[in-house]
């Protein structure tokens, strides 16, 4: 008996926890630019100001949220590629990374 009640109390508590941290998509668009960033090797202001502004129209045509209240799943696909993010206690992690078959007209 001691089991279960200790196994739901950290149950909540973890829950708890996944509910305050769970990451909004403003944050998802602040990580994947960061992400642009490093990938673009952008240092100054001015190149970080494009490739941020770029970032987010991309995001914004592309990213689909689903939001689980403790977790969020994101759903990037791009031209040819498709990858899930993980949103959990303010990170985020790929956890899915495949080819798309292009199909051609």
Do not use: C, H
């Amino acid at each position: 008996m001691k089991g279960i009640i200790f196994s739901t109390v950290i149950l909540l508590i973890v829950s708890l926890i996944g509910f305050s941290t769970n990451p909004s998509y403003e944050d998802y668009k602040e990580w994947n630019k960061t992400q642009d960033y490093e990938e673009m090797g952008a240092s100054t202001q001015i190149e970080k100001s494009v490739v941020g502004f770029v970032s987010d129209l991309v995001a914004d045509s592309t990213v689909v949220r689903e939001d689980y209240k403790v977790l969020s799943l994101y759903t990037v696909e791009n031209d040819g590629s498709s990858y899930k993010v993980l949103g959990i206690f303010n990170n985020f992690f790929v956890i899915d990374n495949e080819e798309v078959p292009v199909i051609e007209q």
